[in-house]
């Protein structure tokens, strides 16, 4: 069973949108949940991390959890282009700060 | 932020042999690091965690005798793959544990491994 889902495809979004991803986790033990960019040939990096039920805002950057639902969710307000990246989902396996990670949603902003 | 670095950042080998790679947080102490692993246009798989002075703790379905992970110092995790495949190829990254941060690890910029 894959342990933090996210389904949806390519997203293409237009300059200064607004981009919404959402990412599902399986574990309801989880306690703390990531969201990263991902550039073509890059490592990660981080963009937010989030534990507690609600929003937790950042700039541009919205994370939103629920886990009686299970999701989390990330929107980034006023994308330019080089939002354009690979967003994933992360979510703490356990003890240690083991992440387990989603596959990515690839955003694509048309300048 | 800290800074963990990686080396080499790509790496040629040819099939049978070993390859090391060395991943070092540069201006803080990580008694945890972690192994990854990424293929093209897939997420990353976490392949084994670091433990400073202890033997890794591996995922389930990667073998320990052919990921060979050493976190012999504070600031450094080499994780060497031996009698390397062409199946093995990969973007191979570590990160490191922020000590003072309850959530936050450290990504290295990764290593390009292609099995010829």
């Known amino acids: 069973q894959k342990e933090v889902e996210q389904n949806s495809g390519p997203l293409s979004v237009p300059e200064g949108a607004i981009a919404s991803l959402n990412c599902t986790y399986s574990?309801?033990?989880?306690?703390?949940f990531f969201w990263y960019r991902q550039y073509s040939g890059k490592s990660p990096e981080l963009i937010m991390f989030i534990y507690s039920n609600g929003d937790k805002e950042d700039g541009r950057f919205t994370a939103q959890l629920n886990k009686a639902s299970q999701y989390v969710s990330l929107l980034i307000r006023d994308s330019p282009p080089s939002d354009s990246a690979t967003y994933l989902c992360a979510v703490n396996m356990g003890g240690n700060n083991r992440l387990a990670f989603g596959k990515g949603n690839q955003v694509v902003v048309i300048p | 932020g800290a800074v963990v670095s990686q080396h080499p950042s790509r790496v040629i080998c040819k099939s049978g042999t070993s390859v090391k790679i060395e991943c070092r947080s540069l201006?803080?102490?990580?008694?945890?690091m972690f192994w990854y692993r990424q293929f093209p246009k897939k997420s990353l798989m976490l392949m084994a965690t670091?433990?400073?002075?202890?033997?890794?703790?591996?995922e389930q379905g990667v073998e320990k005798d052919k990921f060979l992970i050493n976190h012999a110092s504070l600031t450094l995790s080499t994780l060497t793959v031996t009698s390397a495949h062409p199946e093995d190829s990969s973007f191979y990254i570590c990160?490191?544990?922020?000590?003072?941060?309850?959530?936050?690890?450290?990504f290295g910029p990764g290593t390009r491994l292609t099995v010829t």
């Open positions: 990160s490191a544990r922020d000590p003072l941060s309850a959530y936050e690890q450290y």
């Open positions: 201006d803080f102490q990580a008694t945890t």
């Open positions: 670091s433990n400073e002075g202890s033997k890794a703790t591996y």
């Open positions: 574990d309801r033990g989880s306690q703390s």
